[in-house]
């Protein structure tokens, strides 16, 4: 999402609202690949005497993830409140800050870095999610196609328990 800031450009001060839709990309967070749906974003935006463009607002998605216990699909919904500032002719690659260059200022990497640290630090697929259920290891042995790269440790401590 880009804003044209043009018109801020030329009245310092003046605050000018914006709202629109963002796409983010599957983030890959601890090994798991979260997906975020479309990101909506609203807010304001005005630009100070320098040309730097001071922007605010509000975020809502929602993100997909595999369920900490379970690992089915858990969903979370994602809102961050952001305010930051667009430095003109800053360095665009530079991660410490927001740039721009222009009369456009792109949204994308605030978007992103907002939502991300929004993101719940374990997805759940429910709030008393068991995880997986316990299975008596007999009983999974003799399951056909399983495989143990341990059976002939195990089968040593069996031993060496009967001694």
Do not use: W
Not at 90 to 115: N, T
């Amino acid at each position: 999402m880009k804003l044209d800031v043009a018109d801020a450009l030329s009245h310092p001060g003046q605050e000018y609202l914006f709202s629109g839709t963002q796409a983010i990309a599957d983030q890959e967070i601890s090994g798991d690949i979260v997906r975020l749906d479309d990101c909506q974003t609203e807010g304001c935006f005005m630009a100070d005497e320098e040309g730097n463009i001071a922007v605010k607002g509000k975020l809502r998605t929602v993100a997909h993830a595999p369920c900490a216990n379970c690992l089915e699909e858990a969903t979370a919904e994602v809102e961050n409140d952001f305010d930051e500032v667009f430095l003109r002719n800053g360095d665009p690659e530079d991660d410490e800050i927001f740039a721009y260059e222009g009369h456009e200022v792109s949204l994308d990497k605030l978007v992103m870095s907002y939502a991300v640290m929004a993101l719940p630090i374990r997805f759940l697929c429910r709030k008393d999610c068991p995880g997986f259920e316990y299975r008596d290891p007999d009983a999974i042995r003799s399951e056909p196609g399983i495989q143990f790269p341990f059976a002939g440790l195990q089968q040593m401590l069996d031993n060496n328990e009967e001694v």
